[in-house]
């Protein structure tokens, strides 16, 4: 009788430490503060974004440029402070839980939105996927030019490809893939977010110092209000298509609405997990933007008209190149956990929709446990294995095909920003807040709307029109 007792006592004391691992929906227990979200916003929105933001104030000039920045972060912070009061449904505080953007527009609209949702957010995921391989295979590219220039001169044609890299990334990325989810890459969005403060602050003292120095040319840096002059720079038809391309790529250095919820659910239950993510937004959205204004406006007053589509890998500045060389390892760190924070909820998604579809299938629902040494016990599921696998090698080979980056980035920031960050945070807040058609809020709700998606169609076609172009002149999986 005492050992049954006993038997029982422990079996208790078992499932009530079981408990404690548990949130109050049965989930694994959150622990995300508002440190850790700020870092995975800062982590997913300073993103290769900033450095071509010289090029994009190059096309806007001192006037459009930097208010078309300002206006992108206060749109998006605005919507980021909607869609974070929605991930609990009805209530913001004590409702059910909505784990993904998905399930947030399911709760909220319903109906073909659900799937629009869907399809403009995964699709906006891979693209991002895409995007970072090229960039940091462009960055790796450049370490080696830097070197390459300083031991043989700036005029050395120092030739290489970016191939060779972009397999380093995907075998980094299939390694790091493994992690099982979101709630396990707060130290990798840390790590992520000091490499991307590295790097901005290294182009930003960069190009303060060649502005002190008077543009590092004899004073010949040449800016102006309107920006790249027609006639002069550019013929008044590319000055239109660059000038829409340069829209898109700002509006791809905000892009973070799209992984904004799925950041927000690894948030601990307290304090609210609304109230912590607008803080997150804030610190994130305010932060990034002083940098973004900064290295914009700064590397225009470097390099001027001139302004490269990436500005620590268009060799504006060649010494000194162990600072250089510093900046771009740190990108293709930053952009290591950066493409983690974009593919996780992606992932997720598709694990989950093969788990409900085929609940019978040991290769896709067993676990593994293996025994790691300095780690200790990691469970192994082949399906994650399988296809996580696949998916890295996929996003390389489309990068290896298509390696364009200003156009590569202007598109994918185009296609996520209306509705992502615009379109489903405002029509979610017109249903929950149940604001009556044509009232002042709804009018001024949709204007802002309207406005975005109009920003949007301009800055996609410019970014067509860019890859095109770049298309037309690029021989794929050619060697350099």
Same mark, same amino acid.
């Given at each position: 009788?005492?050992?049954?007792?006993?038997?029982?006592?422990?079996?208790?004391?078992?499932?009530?430490?079981?408990?404690?691992?548990?949130?109050?929906?049965?989930?694994?227990?959150?622990?995300?503060?508002?440190?850790?979200?700020?870092?995975?916003?800062?982590?997913?929105?300073?993103?290769?974004?900033? +450095? =071509?933001?010289?090029?994009?104030?190059?096309? #806007?000039? !001192?006037?459009?440029?930097? $208010? %078309?920045? /300002?206006? &992108?972060?206060?749109?998006?912070?605005?919507?980021?402070?909607?869609?974070?009061?929605?991930?609990?449904?009805?209530?913001?505080?004590?409702?059910?839980?909505?784990?993904?953007?998905?399930?947030?527009?399911?709760?909220?609209?319903?109906?073909?939105?659900?799937?629009?949702?869907?399809?403009?957010?995964?699709?906006?995921?891979?693209?991002?996927?895409?995007?970072?391989?090229?960039?940091?295979?462009?960055?790796?590219?450049?370490?080696?030019?830097?070197?390459?220039?300083?031991?043989?001169?700036?005029?050395?044609?120092?030739?290489?490809?970016?191939?060779?890299?972009?397999?380093?990334?995907?075998?980094?990325?299939?390694? +790091? =893939?493994?992690?099982?989810?979101?709630?396990? #890459?707060? !130290?990798?969005?840390?790590? $992520? %977010?000091? /490499?991307? &403060?590295?790097?901005?602050?290294?182009?930003?003292?960069?190009?303060?110092?060649?502005?002190?120095?008077?543009?590092?040319?004899?004073?010949?840096?040449?800016?102006?209000?309107?920006?790249?002059?027609?006639?002069?720079?550019?013929?008044?038809?590319?000055?239109?298509?660059?000038?829409?391309?340069?829209?898109?790529?700002?509006?791809?250095?905000?892009?973070?609405?799209?992984?904004?919820?799925?950041?927000?659910?690894?948030?601990?239950?307290?304090?609210?997990?609304?109230?912590?993510?607008?803080?997150?937004?804030?610190?994130?959205?305010?932060?990034?933007?002083?940098?973004?204004?900064?290295?914009?406006?700064?590397?225009?007053?470097?390099?001027?008209?001139?302004?490269?589509?990436?500005?620590?890998?268009?060799?504006?500045?060649?010494?000194?190149?162990?600072?250089?060389?510093?900046?771009?390892?740190?990108?293709?760190?930053?952009?290591?956990?950066?493409?983690?924070?974009?593919?996780?909820?992606?992932?997720?998604?598709?694990?989950?929709?093969?788990?409900?579809?085929?609940?019978?299938?040991?290769?896709?629902?067993?676990?593994?446990?293996?025994?790691?040494?300095?780690?200790?016990?990691?469970?192994?599921?082949?399906?994650?294995?399988?296809?996580?696998?696949?998916?890295?090698?996929?996003?390389?080979?489309?990068?290896?095909?298509?390696?364009?980056?200003?156009?590569?980035?202007?598109?994918?920031?185009?296609?996520?920003?209306?509705?992502?960050?615009?379109?489903?945070?405002?029509?979610?807040?017109?249903?929950?807040?149940?604001?009556?058609?044509?009232?002042?809020?709804?009018?001024?709700?949709?204007?802002?709307?309207?406005?975005?998606?109009?920003?949007?169609?301009?800055?996609?076609?410019?970014?067509?029109?860019?890859?095109?172009?770049?298309?037309?002149?690029?021989?794929?999986?050619?060697?350099?």
């Amino acid at each position: 009788m005492d050992a049954h007792l006993h038997t029982s006592a422990l079996e208790v004391a078992s499932h009530d430490g079981f408990r404690k691992n548990l949130d109050d929906d049965g989930r694994e227990k959150r622990t995300g503060t508002l440190v850790t979200a700020s870092a995975h916003i800062i982590t997913a929105v300073i993103g290769s974004g900033v +450095l =071509s933001l010289a090029w994009a104030i190059a096309q #806007l000039g !001192w006037v459009a440029g930097p $208010a %078309a920045l /300002m206006a &992108f972060s206060f749109v998006t912070y605005f919507t980021s402070t909607l869609l974070a009061d929605a991930y609990r449904s009805p209530d913001p505080i004590f409702g059910k839980r909505n784990y993904t953007y998905m399930d947030v527009v399911r709760a909220n609209l319903g109906g073909t939105k659900v799937n629009l949702c869907g399809i403009a957010q995964y699709v906006n995921l891979v693209g991002v996927t895409i995007g970072y391989t090229i960039t940091a295979s462009i960055s790796m590219v450049a370490v080696n030019k830097s070197n390459c220039f300083h031991s043989e001169g700036h005029a050395a044609s120092c030739k290489s490809s970016n191939y060779p890299y972009m397999i380093i990334f995907a075998a980094i990325q299939i390694i +790091l =893939s493994q992690i099982p989810n979101f709630h396990n #890459l707060s !130290w990798l969005s840390i790590l $992520a %977010a000091v /490499m991307s &403060f590295a790097y901005s602050s290294i182009g930003l003292g960069l190009s303060l110092a060649k502005v002190i120095g008077g543009g590092g040319g004899g004073g010949d840096v040449k800016t102006s209000l309107t920006g790249v002059e027609v006639g002069v720079d550019v013929s008044g038809e590319e000055k239109v298509w660059r000038s829409f391309q340069a829209i898109g790529d700002i509006a791809f250095a905000y892009a973070f609405s799209t992984v904004l919820v799925e950041i927000q659910d690894t948030l601990k239950s307290y304090p609210p997990e609304n109230k912590v993510m607008k803080k997150a937004s804030l610190v994130g959205v305010s932060t990034t933007t002083v940098f973004y204004v900064l290295c914009g406006c700064l590397g225009y007053a470097a390099f001027g008209n001139d302004a490269p589509g990436n500005f620590l890998t268009g060799f504006g500045f060649y010494e000194p190149f162990w600072l250089i060389d510093f900046a771009n390892v740190c990108i293709a760190v930053h952009l290591i956990g950066a493409y983690q924070v974009f593919c996780q909820p992606l992932f997720g998604f598709i694990e989950m929709k093969c788990r409900q579809q085929w609940p019978e299938s040991k290769f896709i629902t067993a676990e593994h446990i293996l025994n790691v040494p300095f780690y200790g016990e990691y469970y192994v599921n082949m399906f994650r294995l399988v296809w996580r696998t696949a998916y890295v090698i996929m996003t390389a080979v489309i990068a290896m095909i298509f390696p364009f980056f200003n156009s590569f980035l202007g598109l994918i920031g185009a296609g996520s920003f209306y509705p992502l960050t615009v379109y489903f945070p405002i029509e979610i807040y017109i249903a929950r807040a149940k604001i009556q058609r044509f009232s002042f809020t709804w009018v001024w709700l949709k204007i802002l709307s309207w406005v975005c998606l109009i920003i949007s169609l301009v800055a996609a076609i410019g970014s067509v029109q860019g890859l095109l172009t770049d298309v037309k002149k690029y021989k794929p999986f050619k060697m350099d």
